[in-house]
């Protein structure tokens, strides 16, 4: 029988209940079947960390979970008394230097639950957004220059690799395979003309090898407003870190709430421990 070994990071607010019950279900499913078993291990980093020690996480805290099967994710954020940008960064941080380039967030209308868009019933909206999660718009580069005078300068710098968009591209031709067989890439190529027009040159290079997915492009803007007006149209979209950020937020919101948006961070190679968490944040 096959053991997981877990990591449990529940973070903050109501990520601590929520993972808690995510465990009990874990759990439950490991009786169920029999043939496999859960060993979870609990770390309070985050508010309740910074508290005791001014840290969200401890000094190698990334090589401790380097050792796990999974992450397990609650909610972080509390800014009554840290602020946001300190309180993600671990999340950041994990997504990166465990190379979970991967971001699967799907939204689906489930049975029993009402959408925010009147009309809309079970089986109407089903998106899954695959968002690159290890680079562009969210890697640490940039700076302030001046600050606190009125020449200040900020400059954040975002960075689009071939290897990068290649792979989220090619892993969102799977997914659609595996689905309605409609991608669609989510882009602003007419405003951001070097990083979004290397999207669309990408998937123009590579589209041919997959001739039984329907394939465009939508500017992001515009995406957004299909998502409210017709999100039926929409089967997998594909978008870098911050667009793909935005859209499921989105999507969770129209098929019901948030709350029940789910999200993983995979590494698909398997080299490192992916980590799975809700798209909510912690309701503080």
Request: with cysteine; proline share 5%.
């Amino acid at each position: 029988m096959n053991t997981y070994h877990i990591a449990v990071y529940a973070g903050d607010g109501i990520g601590i209940e929520v993972t808690a019950e995510a465990v009990k279900v874990l759990r439950a499913c490991a009786e169920v079947f029999g043939d496999f078993a859960f060993e979870f291990t609990e770390f309070d980093w985050g508010s309740r960390f910074w508290k005791k020690t001014g840290k969200i996480t401890p000094e190698g805290y990334l090589k401790t979970l380097e050792g796990f099967d999974c992450i397990l994710l609650g909610a972080v954020g509390d800014p009554a008394n840290i602020p946001d940008r300190i309180a993600v960064t671990p999340l950041i941080e994990m997504r990166q230097t465990f190379d979970q380039y991967i971001g699967l967030r799907p939204a689906t209308l489930m049975p029993g639950i009402r959408s925010c868009l009147e009309g809309k019933e079970y089986g109407d909206i089903d998106i899954y957004c695959v968002r690159e999660n290890s680079e562009g718009e969210y890697i640490n580069c940039g700076g302030r220059f001046k600050p606190g005078t009125a020449d200040e300068v900020a400059v954040q710098t975002n960075i689009h690799t071939r290897k990068g968009v290649e792979r989220i591209l090619r892993y969102g031709f799977g997914v659609a395979a595996g689905r309605g067989g409609h991608l669609t890439l989510a882009t602003k190529s007419n405003a951001l003309k070097f990083g979004m027009t290397f999207w669309d040159d990408v998937l123009e290079e590579i589209k041919g090898e997959y001739p039984g997915i329907t394939v465009d492009k939508c500017y992001i803007d515009a995406l957004c407003m299909g998502l409210v007006q017709k999100p039926e149209f929409y089967d997998t979209v594909v978008a870098s870190n911050m667009f793909g950020d935005i859209i499921s937020d989105l999507a969770g919101a129209v098929t019901g709430s948030i709350g029940l948006a789910p999200s993983g961070n995979v590494n698909p190679e398997k080299r490192y421990p992916s980590m799975f968490e809700p798209v909510h944040g912690s309701a503080p």
